[in-house]
């Protein structure tokens, strides 16, 4: 049993797999932060110095009483909130994972398709009259010397 589980783990697509895994949870991690310190920040001055990790509403009030003005504050105080600016920043990062795993994609397959190489012309053809194979310029059968047009 151990040397069948050391097959299926040694496998190419298992540990392929797991590169990607990792790979992923990294890009992940750099996306995220890309995300919550460069892109935000500005969309956030435009709108006027708003902080996105901010942005909540509070459905229950703490141990202490709000207003509460930043989530760190209201999570402390125990209070149940509704972390919208937190879903804005996780989907922009989705959006922008998503964008470059297509831009990815989009050159795999450009670089397949060159790899790809057009059919090449036929050379040969059939005879109508006795089915055999001639070059594709031939005007007459060699085989039963039927005249082609």
Do not use: H, W
Request: net charge positive; hydrophobic share 50%.
């Amino acid at each position: 049993m151990l040397k069948e589980f050391k097959e299926f783990v040694m496998r190419g697509n298992v540990v392929d797999m797991a590169v990607g895994i990792i790979i992923g949870a990294a890009f992940g991690t750099i996306i995220r932060s890309l995300v919550a310190d460069i892109i935000m920040p500005p969309i956030g001055l435009l709108l006027g110095n708003v902080d996105f990790t901010n942005l909540f509403i509070v459905l229950k009030q703490g141990a202490t009483a709000g207003p509460y003005t930043t989530l760190a504050d209201a999570q402390a105080a125990s209070a149940v909130t509704v972390n919208y600016g937190v879903f804005i920043n996780t989907v922009v990062s989705f959006v922008i994972v998503a964008f470059c795993v297509f831009l990815l994609i989009r050159n795999i397959n450009k670089m397949k398709r060159k790899e790809e190489a057009p059919p090449a012309e036929p050379t040969t053809k059939e005879c109508p009259y006795c089915f055999s194979t001639i070059p594709i310029k031939a005007t007459r059968c060699a085989n039963c010397t039927s005249e082609l047009k």
